[in-house]
């Protein structure tokens, strides 16, 4: 599945969830940016994946009519779970050749979330989403240049893009600032059925991660479309 494409998802979605509910356009919105730190929970995980780092985007759309303590929720994730490089070196001519291998986890999800959502300074969530899940490796021969980088030999020796479902529960909170707030809370995110990700072995594994993320975002009222 192209990335770059799956990244537009959430905008009709959320287009189509406004023109669905016209009670949901006139309420409070928000956006927020997030960084993640990423753990592997389960030895199908562990196996495959260290700690990592990355980043997401996610939008929540209040619904009025519940008392503004119901939401809509989507957003999309992406973290580098591996990037390791390995020189080799050859006996007779001393020649030095690098094995550069990265490995990408994007998630878009969606879902309901329970908790205020309206001006009060502390408001705590909580929700569960399904998701897509997409697993990239790539792995590269590089043979260096180390007067000039841009002078390096450069072959792709795989490249692959494998995609699963998979859902989360999470919880946290925010502090609200009036037009800004900030966030922090931890989530449990599950994939199945991934092909695994390092070898060439066909083994289906169902790996698990521990997310805890902060981030800051934007209130919007009265949204209008």
């Excluded at 989507?74 to 006996?91: R, W």
């Excluded at 030095?96 to 908790?115: A, C, K, M, S, W």
């Excluded at 490796?137 to 479902?165: G, M």
Aim: no cysteine.
């Amino acid at each position: 599945m192209d990335r770059r494409r799956a990244s537009w998802f959430p905008l009709p979605l959320l287009l189509a969830i406004a023109v669905a509910h016209p009670g949901v356009v006139g309420a409070q919105g928000n956006l927020s940016f997030y960084g993640i730190h990423m753990d592997p929970s389960g030895q199908d995980a562990q196996d495959f994946s260290r700690a990592s780092y990355g980043a997401g985007l996610r939008a929540s759309f209040p619904v009025p009519r519940l008392g503004n303590l119901v939401a809509g929720s989507a957003g999309i994730e992406l973290v580098n779970m591996l990037s390791e490089t390995h020189q080799f070196l050859d006996v007779e001519t001393g020649l030095r050749v690098e094995q550069q291998t990265n490995q990408d986890y994007f998630r878009l999800y969606l879902g309901p979330e329970i908790g205020p959502h309206g001006d009060g300074f502390f408001r705590p969530h909580a929700g569960v989403h399904v998701a897509l899940v997409t697993y990239g490796i790539s792995t590269d021969i590089v043979v260096p240049d180390d007067v000039n980088r841009q002078n390096e030999i450069r072959q792709n020796l795989r490249s692959q893009n494998r995609a699963a479902f998979g859902y989360d529960l999470n919880t946290g909170a925010d502090l609200n600032f009036g037009k800004w707030f900030v966030e922090s809370g931890a989530r449990f995110a599950k994939s199945f059925n991934v092909p695994q990700q390092l070898g060439d072995g066909a083994v289906k594994i169902h790996p698990s991660y521990v997310q805890i993320y902060v981030g800051l975002g934007l209130n919007f009222h009265h949204w209008k479309i």
